[in-house]
């Protein structure tokens, strides 16, 4: 691979980082376009490289997610019962999800419905009243467990950990307070970001034309650029995340929904 697309990898996966650290989001959104616009250049096929893209996403995001959750659970602020409820809903989800698009249907639908929910999510977020301290967060075990696996297909479908659906659903559904939804959101991301990689892994393995490099459906060279990067900047995006307050990282994570949205209508 040349020497700028290398620097090109890097560089996503150090912004990548510091955002699934900041606001426990994956930034499926900001590394799939760039590796597509890659693969495109080196002369990929494009459904092969759209897919590629998706699974070597989630690969990136699983060791990601792991290390942010760590630097969270230091400052005791995820919730780890709902963490492990969603994210078992989470795997049964992101395997359906990652089978669905290599098997049967592409991701252009999915980007677009995906994009009207995560704008229509965002204006809600905006305009919820804040919670009053005193009221507890929902402990209901068949709540999060449904929420769970709607968020782990759309993970496996669009190769994304789901965070930038959870946060939101844990702050205006669960009555999580922010720090902690953005924390637990990363916890779950484990758990549907590993089971979607392996659900893109096993059904590329056979697949016939996939460039040199790469093993099912990851590029192991795209990896290697993007995720020792991601890792190391969760700690400063994590770091960041318990210096903001409530409100203010709620106002960033409303500004990067918007742009998410608008992005997978079609935008830029």
């Known amino acids: 691979m040349e020497p700028g697309l290398i620097v090109l990898l890097v560089l996503t996966g150090i912004i990548v980082g510091l955002g699934q650290g900041l606001l ?8 799939v376009p760039v590796m597509v616009a890659v693969f495109d250049y080196l002369g990929w096929d494009p459904d092969l490289a759209v897919k590629t893209a998706f699974g070597t996403s989630l690969l990136v995001i699983f060791p990601a997610a792991i290390a942010t959750t760590v630097a969270h659970h230091r400052l005791k602020a995820v919730r780890w019962k709902a963490a492990v409820v969603m994210g078992a809903g989470g795997v049964a989800g992101s395997l359906l999800g990652a089978t669905l698009t ?4 592409g991701g252009e639908i999915m980007k677009i ?3 009207v929910v995560v704008i229509l999510a965002s204006i809600r977020l905006l305009t919820a009243k804040p919670l009053e301290s005193r009221e507890p967060p929902r402990e209901n075990p068949l709540l999060w467990v449904v929420f769970g696996f709607l968020v782990g297909m759309f993970s496996g479908l669009l190769g994304a950990g789901g965070g930038i659906l959870m946060v ?4 205006m559904l669960l009555r999580f307070r922010m720090h902690q939804a953005v924390a637990t959101s990363a916890a779950v991301m484990v758990f549907t970001s590993g089971a979607g990689a392996v659900g893109y892994f096993v059904n590329g ?3 016939s034309g996939l460039p040199g490099g790469s093993l099912g459906y990851f590029s192991l060279t795209a990896w290697l650029c993007l995720a020792p ?18 409100k203010a990282l709620r106002t960033v994570f409303v500004i ?10 079609g935008a830029f």
């Open 113 to 115: 419905v995906f994009g």
């Open 102 to 105: 290599t098997r049967i249907i």
């Open 205 to 207: 393995l056979h697949v």
């Open 24 to 31: 426990g989001v994956g930034g499926a959104f900001i590394m």
């Open 229 to 246: 990067t991601s890792i190391a900047m969760t700690q400063a995006g994590t770091w960041v995340a318990h210096r903001l307050s409530g």
């Open 168 to 171: 939101p659903v844990m702050v």
């Open 256 to 265: 990067v929904m918007v742009v998410v949205g608008v992005k997978m209508l």
